[in-house]
């Protein structure tokens, strides 16, 4: 089964390098899914714009409290979300405004689903006292989100490589996760948004994957990025990976 899934992600218009939800959990389908709207008409931004539909039926169904079925159609459009660059790298139609359509696409689609999550979890379960708590909880995951962005920034323009991954354990582990095809690190964005809106749902953990998710987001993205801010190592010393 393993074995499989590697296989099929030779295909040249996938990423060599990616995170563990989308080589187990999203690329299995995603794969063979570009390859049959490759013979259609369909474009890529189409496809990237019907994954603002399947987040607002998702939207619905998790304010009416329906989190299986929710879940279900936010991981509908994930998957299209992940087949629109392919189809775009297979077609070789990749362009400015279909990466700044799907970033737009992408941050919509978390935040209605994020508030209807919210909405459904706190308020409906909890009342107006637990819906405030909520909301503390989820302006605390956006700060240490502006605040790796921040540092993220600041750490580029000190010389060192952007949209990159830091692994703070060994360097030969890092470089077997490469090798393997996975990018080095156990909690990225997309492993965050797949685990938020597909998994916690779907078993009923939203409200605890929430404080979950706010060690993670502090353990694997900003205090490394202190760490690296911190550092007076030069380039080649860090174990720094830029995908």
């Given at each position: 089964m393993i074995s499989k899934i590697f296989k099929i992600?030779?295909?040249?218009?996938?990423?060599?390098?990616?995170?563990?939800?989308?080589?187990?959990?999203?690329?299995?389908?995603?794969?063979?899914?570009?390859?049959?709207?490759?013979?259609?008409?369909?474009?890529?931004?189409?496809?990237?714009?019907?994954?603002?539909?399947?987040?607002?039926?998702?939207?619905?169904?998790?304010v009416s409290n329906q989190k299986c079925m929710g879940g279900a159609l936010?991981?509908?459009?994930?998957?299209?979300?992940?087949?629109?660059?392919?189809?775009?790298?297979?077609?070789?139609?990749?362009?400015?405004?279909?990466?700044?359509?799907?970033?737009?696409?992408?941050?919509?689609?978390?935040?209605?689903?994020?508030?209807?999550?919210?909405?459904?979890?706190f308020y409906i379960l909890g009342g107006s006292r637990i819906l405030i708590l909520g909301l503390i909880l989820i302006s605390i995951h956006y700060l240490l989100h502006l605040i790796h962005r921040i540092l993220l920034i600041k750490n580029t323009y000190k010389g060192y490589p952007g949209y990159r991954e830091v692994l703070i354990f060994k360097k030969d582990l890092g470089e077997r996760f490469i090798k393997k095809g996975f990018l080095p690190s156990l909690y990225s964005y997309a492993d965050e948004k797949f685990l938020f809106f597909v998994i916690a749902p779907v078993f009923g953990?939203?409200?605890?994957?929430?404080?979950?998710?706010?060690?993670?987001?502090?353990?694997?993205?900003?205090?490394?990025?202190?760490?690296l801010l911190l550092s007076k190592k030069k380039l080649a010393e860090l174990h720094l990976y830029k995908i």
């Open positions: 992600r030779e295909e040249r218009f996938v990423k060599k390098i990616d995170v563990w939800s989308a080589i187990f959990f999203i690329d299995p389908l995603a794969i063979p899914l570009t390859k049959l709207l490759h013979k259609t008409r369909i474009t890529p931004n189409q496809v990237s714009i019907s994954t603002v539909i399947f987040s607002l039926l998702a939207a619905f169904f998790f936010f991981y509908v459009g994930y998957l299209l979300d992940y087949t629109d660059g392919k189809l775009a790298r297979l077609r070789g139609t990749q362009s400015e405004f279909g990466k700044k359509l799907d970033a737009v696409c992408d941050h919509f689609n978390k935040l209605i689903v994020f508030l209807a999550l919210s909405y459904s979890q953990i939203f409200r605890q994957f929430l404080i979950i998710s706010l060690f993670l987001s502090l353990m694997f993205k900003v205090l490394p990025e202190i760490i």
